[in-house]
């Protein structure tokens, strides 16, 4: 399950929007290891979207999934890699007050040896991506 930097906590209260980095493999192929994310803090949820959340049972841990239905509880939410778990099919619906915000943006950092032209080229045309709500996901990820 991805785990997110701590350091999302304390510029929460700032700013509306805060950094992130992704570690584990539950949203690839959206998100990979390393990604840095552009949160929104209290930005409305919808199905599709994917978020940022405190884990229901390690409320420090901060996890990053795709919220797939909102439900009597709380928010349903999977990760995009089947295989990887660490959702709400081992810890069911995330209550609402535990949904911190919404992924806006996905930036790439550059690799060590990306030094030449060409690999500088290709980096800055995948490097920052917008993180869209995909509803095709959420009708997909709610049939699991």
Do not use: C
Not at 32 to 40: A, I, P, S, T
Request: hydrophobic letters at 40%.
């Amino acid at each position: 399950m991805p785990e997110l930097s701590q350091e999302i906590e304390r510029t929460r209260t700032l700013l509306p929007f805060g950094a992130a980095e992704v570690t584990g493999p539950s949203m690839v192929p959206t998100l990979r290891h390393g990604d840095r994310l552009l949160v929104q803090y209290g930005a409305r949820v919808r199905p599709g979207d994917v978020i940022v959340l405190r884990h229901p049972f390690q409320q420090d841990l901060l996890v990053v999934k795709r919220a797939v239905q909102l439900r009597e509880s709380g928010w349903w939410v999977l990760g995009d890699n089947p295989y990887a778990g660490g959702d709400s099919t081992d810890y069911g619906a995330v209550p609402e007050d535990l949904v911190l915000g919404r992924v806006r943006l996905r930036y790439r950092p550059l690799k060590a040896g990306q030094r030449s032209p060409f690999a500088l080229a290709r980096w800055a045309l995948s490097a920052a991506r917008l993180v869209l709500s995909d509803r095709s996901a959420s009708r997909r990820l709610r049939a699991r």
